[in-house]
């Protein structure tokens, strides 16, 4: 999920309804779509745009499902495509 148009290479624009946070407030999805570029491995699907949104939220568990494998040490996280 991100705040910030700009970061999606497509963009579908819709009112989808809401997102809750941990906190239990809630965030207007404004639409989907993907981030980065589909001639290379560096394509994120299904990227929801919501109102607000103050930092990119990432899902480690979605990205596992999609066949991504996840690194982490104690200093930062390595994310490889299939």
Do not use: A, W
């Amino acid at each position: 999920m991100t705040g910030d148009p700009s970061k999606f290479s497509s963009l579908k624009l819709k009112n989808e309804g809401f997102v809750t946070y941990g906190d239990n407030n809630k965030g207007r999805i404004l639409g989907h779509g993907n981030i980065g570029n589909s001639s290379s491995s560096t394509l994120i699907e299904n990227v929801l745009l919501v109102e607000g949104l103050k930092h990119n939220l990432l899902s480690i568990s979605q990205l596992s499902d999609k066949g991504f494998k996840i690194e982490f040490d104690n200093t930062c996280c390595l994310i490889c495509d299939k």
